[in-house]
């Protein structure tokens, strides 16, 4: 995001690009929309389409200003993906997409479950805990079988550690593997990617 070129290059402009972004995304209405569904019609969650990315955004502006109003606008964003997750009988939440339920990273219930971590690292929430139990079963819940390889920066600026080492526990396959290294989020080391490279090559294109 903008605070983390800021950061990068000591640009004042790109830091106050970045907490006019969050002023919009705060200043959004909430979804009218009561269907509790994500996707098609209705208003998408999860991290990458819907409000849990958003509250993210905000989370960072309140770490740069400490304006109280930006985490109380990311709870809300956080309220607004939450009302389309569906709790089953044994205990998982899942992103309710109407015709299936959505567990995975991107427009899942487990990416949900990574912001949820972040706004729990700032401040305390009964109901985001307990959805965040829910989904860490939903993270359990995903096959044995599915090859995992986490790359975390140790100094990471865009994620807390603690909340990803806290998604790869979760994930209950077979074959995972924790590569962490030193630096921030642009300092991904070579060799990383070309062991990325060879794992997709042994493990998805075979």
């Not at 603690?162 to 396959?173: M, Q, R």
Request: glycine content about 8%; hydrophobic content about 40%; aromatic content about 8%.
């Amino acid at each position: 995001d903008r605070r983390h070129f800021a950061d990068r290059t000591g640009e004042p402009v790109l830091r106050k690009a970045g907490h006019r972004a969050a002023e919009l995304i705060a200043e959004r209405p909430d979804d009218t929309d009561d269907s509790g569904i994500s996707g098609g019609i209705h208003p998408h969650a999860g991290l990458f389409r819907g409000r849990a990315g958003q509250a993210l955004l905000l989370m960072r502006a309140y770490d740069d200003t400490g304006d109280v109003n930006f985490l109380d606008c990311a709870a809300n964003a956080l309220r607004q993906d939450l009302k389309r997750c569906f709790l089953r009988d044994n205990g998982v939440l899942e992103i309710n997409e109407g015709w299936r339920t959505m567990p995975y990273l991107d427009g899942g219930s487990v990416g949900l479950g990574m912001i949820l971590d972040e706004y729990l690292a700032r401040r305390h929430d009964e109901e985001f805990a307990e959805s965040n139990r829910n989904i860490e079963q939903a993270a359990k819940s995903l096959t044995e079988d599915l090859p995992l390889l986490f790359v975390l920066q140790r100094d990471d600026e865009l994620f807390q550690l603690d909340a990803c080492l806290s998604l790869f526990d979760a994930f209950a396959t077979r074959d995972k593997r924790l590569h962490l290294n030193l630096g921030g989020h642009s300092a991904v080391p070579l060799d990383e990617f070309e062991y990325t490279e060879a794992f997709l090559a042994t493990h998805l294109l075979v």
